[in-house]
Antibody
Framework: EVQLVESGGGLVQPGRSLRLSCAASGFNLDDYGMHWVRQAPGNGLEWVSSIFWNGNSVDYADSVRGRFTISRDNAKKFLFLQMNSLRAEDTALYYC?????????????WGQGTLVIVSS | DIQMTQSPSTLSASVGDRVTITCRASQSISSWLAWYQQKPGKAPKLLIYKASTLESGVPSKFSGSGYGTEFTLTISSLQPDDFVTYYCQQYNTNPWTFGQGTKVEIK
């Protein structure tokens, strides 16, 4: 069974940094592209970032480009999101998401999320 | 970016009803459209992909259709567990974008 367990969220002041982690199990992480998707409280879903199976290609939403960095450690079965220069509008539940093998951007497994609150 | 617009935002229905949610894309996305169900406090769950293909384990009361820019999700015979929020998502072009969601509530 696929399991994605996020950690690292919390309360942080504007301008500070936070690093999210996602522990993956139940599948071969190094076969799959992975993503972070966020959901602001009471709001809809926003794709944040993605990384190829081998880490050689990454993408970011315009809203986080230049501030967030996605990375992965396939050997240790982890996905990461380094978030710098955090803003109030980054407050959200951050989901670690696995994409399918046959089409990029189709999300077939989600973690339960880790909550990031940016506030002074 | 491709904009995804769902309608209605809220849908009131009764147990046993058949309901349809519409999703429109700002440009053609072929059949690269997925539907997700999200229950309160839970992560989204993939229901349908490629506009009309049911994900494994999803009951056949869910069905999807459409191509290009207009798509629908139909739920036949609503049960109490179905009164939650549904999202469409295009995966034709990065950035991958979602509709704003449709909340199905009990009338």
């Amino acid at each position: 069974e696929v399991q994605l367990v996020e950690s690292g969220g919390g309360l942080v002041q504007p301008g500070r940094s936070l690093r999210l982690s996602c522990a993956a199990s139940g599948f071969n992480l190094d076969d799959y592209g992975m993503h972070w998707v966020r959901q602001a409280p009471g709001n809809g879903l926003e794709w944040v970032s993605s990384i190829f199976w081998n880490g050689n290609s990454v993408d970011y939403a315009d809203s986080v480009r230049g501030r967030f960095t996605i990375s992965r450690d396939n050997a240790k079965k982890f996905l990461f999101l380094q978030m710098n220069s955090l803003r109030a509008e980054d407050t959200a539940l951050y989901y670690c998401v696995k994409e399918t093998l046959y089409k990029r951007g189709l999300f077939d497994s989600w973690g339960q999320g880790t909550l990031v609150i940016v506030s002074s | 970016d491709i904009q995804m617009t769902q309608s209605p935002s809220t849908l009131s229905a009764s147990v046993g009803d058949r309901v349809t949610i519409t999703c429109r894309a700002s440009q053609s996305i072929s059949s690269w459209l997925a539907w997700y169900q999200q229950k309160p406090g839970k992560a989204p769950k993939l229901l349908i992909y490629k506009a009309s293909t049911l994900e494994s384990g999803v009951p056949s009361k869910f069905s999807g259709s459409g191509y290009g820019t207009e798509f629908t999700l139909t739920i036949s015979s609503l049960q109490p567990d179905d009164f939650v929020t549904y999202y469409c998502q295009q995966y034709n072009t990065n950035p991958w974008t979602f509709g704003q969601g449709t909340k199905v509530e009990i009338k």
